[in-house]
């Protein structure tokens, strides 16, 4: 007889009871059913060496004891079995036949009830078996210290605190659950949460890449998905380097790359983001390396930025050996910012060499999204990106929808006043679509 795939078989056997769907206020109680598992009656001395010898045989399901006592007889245990394997006597493969028959164990097999409660169920198979049958079922969600972040869609609202409840009951250290009520506010990037089981405190703190980082989820923005991209960009980053942090957040770029010894100007408009900013600075001992700023990014890159590149692009920038980045990490409206860099400097250009690398974070819905966002950045500069920049794709956000990274050297003739396109002999690097793994 073929075996069944193993999901297959949980579905089945493994599943709550069938009356639990439509059930929206938990009531674990109703979680309770009876199974018949089959079981070998052995020695309870030998039980630690059969059990190495009957890995396929023994049943295979996290939450349930392999070996529980016999009831009727307290010198022996019962080893429970795959009820999808084991059916008779005749179950046994040859090798598992001999070391029984070296033990002196009988082949024969029992019956036993199992009686299975709202422990032993995965969370998933909870929530398949209470929600719409055939509808998608919550099981992911995004960690941010003790607090688990859902976005859940409309036919599993009405279970929404059911759904809670179940999140926070089997994850360990989840003590809070939200669920997002609208899209994140483009001004200060956070978005309505909604508490649905535990604590409402949404004070957290979290590690990522061996930093820490404090602050009020509800008022800021945090998305533990992005720790790849963060690691990506302080990869890209050598000690003494400047970074140019435009909507710095609570500091995930900032204060690796302050760690890494980057001289780092962070910026965030959000005044709840700026003070944690501050904050993860001191936490992390990187506050004497970062200078932190509270402006809109356009008034940022036109006031302190334009002010230090100006320096840093002045007549002794032939003697600079460091590069300069821009990190713009607002992907709903980051290549509109582009335009803040037209006609930022005065003078005369130093080697194009020495221009800042931008490194600009967008959203796109379109079949080509690299294209897209090249053509959109193009766009508000009024050049052509196709030929020297790189885009890195980040992740996918939604169905038809990419999170991506656009990478180039601002040219002179977009940097400088009174500087022309064909005046511009900056070199372009090649493009590079990259596409590396997503970050979930």
Same mark, same amino acid.
């Given at each position: 007889?073929?075996? %069944?795939?193993?999901?297959? !078989?949980?579905?089945?056997?493994?599943?709550?009871?069938?009356?639990?769907?439509g059930?929206?206020?938990?009531?674990?109680? +109703?979680?309770?059913?009876?199974?018949?598992?089959?079981?070998?009656?052995?020695?309870?001395?030998?039980?630690?060496?059969?059990?190495?010898?009957?890995?396929?045989?023994a049943?295979?399901? &996290?939450?349930?004891? !392999?070996? %529980?006592?016999?009831?009727?007889?307290?010198?022996?245990? *019962?080893?429970?079995?795959?009820?999808y394997?084991?059916?008779?006597?005749?179950?046994?493969?040859?090798?598992?036949?001999?070391?029984?028959?070296?033990?002196?164990?009988?082949?024969?097999?029992?019956?036993? =009830?199992?009686?299975?409660?709202? @422990?032993?169920?995965k969370?998933?198979?909870?929530?398949?078996?209470?929600?719409?049958?055939?509808?998608?079922?919550?099981?992911?969600?995004?960690?941010?210290?003790?607090?688990?972040?859902?976005?859940?869609?409309d036919?599993?609202l009405?279970?929404?605190?059911?759904?809670?409840?179940?999140?926070i009951?089997?994850? &360990?250290?989840i003590?809070?659950?939200?669920?997002?009520?609208?899209? %994140?506010? =483009?001004?200060?990037?956070?978005?309505?949460?909604?508490?649905?089981? $535990?604590?409402?405190n949404?004070?957290?703190?979290?590690?990522?890449?061996?930093?820490?980082?404090?602050?009020?989820?509800?008022?800021?923005?945090?998305?533990?998905?992005?720790?790849? @991209?963060?690691? !990506? %960009?302080? @990869?890209?980053?050598?000690?003494?380097?400047?970074?140019?942090?435009?909507?710095a957040?609570? $500091?995930?770029?900032?204060?690796?790359?302050?760690?890494?010894?980057?001289?780092?100007? +962070?910026?965030?408009?959000?005044?709840e983001?700026?003070?944690?900013? *501050?904050?993860?600075?001191?936490?992390?001992?990187?506050?004497?390396?970062?200078?932190?700023?509270?402006?809109?990014?356009?008034?940022?890159?036109?006031?302190?930025? !334009?002010?230090?590149?100006?320096?840093?692009?002045g007549?002794?920038?032939?003697?600079?050996? #460091?590069?300069?980045?821009?990190?713009?990490?607002l992907? +709903?409206?980051?290549?509109?910012?582009?335009?803040?860099?037209?006609?930022?400097?005065?003078?005369?250009?130093?080697?194009?060499?020495?221009?800042?690398?931008? #490194?600009?974070?967008?959203?796109?819905?379109?079949?080509?999204?690299?294209?897209?966002?090249?053509?959109? +950045?193009?766009?508000?500069?009024?050049i052509?990106?196709?030929?020297?920049?790189?885009? #890195?794709?980040?992740?996918?956000?939604?169905?038809?929808?990419?999170?991506?990274?656009?990478?180039?050297?601002? &040219?002179?003739?977009?940097?400088?006043?009174?500087?022309? *396109? =064909? $005046?511009?002999? #900056?070199?372009?690097?090649?493009?590079?679509?990259?596409?590396?793994?997503?970050?979930?």
């Open positions: 007889m073929p075996e %069944i795939e193993t999901n297959q !078989r949980d579905s089945e056997l493994f599943s709550p009871p069938s009356d639990v769907r059930m929206t206020e938990l009531d674990r109680t +109703a979680f309770k059913k009876t199974i018949t598992i089959p079981v070998l009656k052995v020695r309870k001395e030998i039980v630690n060496k059969l059990m190495r010898s009957l890995k396929r045989a049943l295979q399901r &996290p939450g349930i004891k !392999r070996v %529980i006592e016999d009831p009727e007889d307290e010198e022996s245990r *019962l080893i429970m079995l795959d009820p394997k084991m059916f008779t006597d005749d179950s046994f493969e040859k090798g598992e036949l001999s070391i029984l028959k070296q033990l002196n164990v009988s082949p024969q097999i029992s019956k036993h =009830n199992l009686e299975l409660t709202y @422990e032993n169920f969370s998933e198979e909870i929530l398949k078996a209470v929600l719409p049958e055939g509808q998608d079922v919550t099981s992911g969600f995004s960690r941010v210290g003790h607090i688990a972040h859902l976005n859940l869609r036919h599993q009405p279970y929404k605190h059911l759904i809670g409840q179940v999140m009951d089997k994850n &360990p250290g003590t809070s659950v939200v669920n997002k009520i609208n899209n %994140i506010d =483009n001004t200060y990037r956070n978005f309505q949460m909604e508490v649905l089981s $535990g604590e409402e949404m004070m957290t703190k979290v590690r990522e890449n061996n930093y820490t980082y404090e602050f009020d989820f509800s008022k800021v923005y945090w998305n533990p998905r992005l720790s790849t @991209e963060h690691s !990506r %960009i302080t @990869e890209l980053l050598k000690p003494g380097d400047v970074l140019f942090d435009v909507f957040g609570v $500091g995930p770029f900032a204060i690796p790359a302050a760690k890494k010894n980057c001289t780092v100007f +962070a910026n965030d408009l959000n005044p983001s700026h003070k944690w900013l *501050l904050h993860n600075c001191k936490l992390n001992k990187v506050d004497q390396k970062v200078k932190v700023f509270n402006l809109d990014g356009k008034d940022f890159l036109q006031g302190p930025v !334009r002010e230090e590149l100006m320096q840093q692009l007549p002794l920038s032939k003697e600079r050996k #460091h590069s300069v980045h821009i990190v713009m990490n992907p +709903a409206k980051a290549i509109e910012f582009l335009s803040a860099f037209k006609s930022l400097l005065d003078g005369q250009p130093c080697g194009s060499e020495l221009f800042p690398i931008v #490194h600009c974070y967008s959203f796109s819905k379109d079949a080509n999204p690299a294209k897209d966002v090249q053509q959109r +950045a193009g766009t508000v500069l009024g052509s990106l196709e030929a020297c920049s790189s885009v #890195h794709l980040v992740r996918n956000v939604a169905p038809n929808k990419e999170m991506l990274c656009i990478t180039f050297r601002i &040219p002179a003739a977009i940097l400088y006043k009174n500087q022309t *396109l =064909n $005046g511009d002999n #900056h070199e372009d690097p090649p493009i590079k679509r990259q596409r590396t793994d997503k970050d979930f």
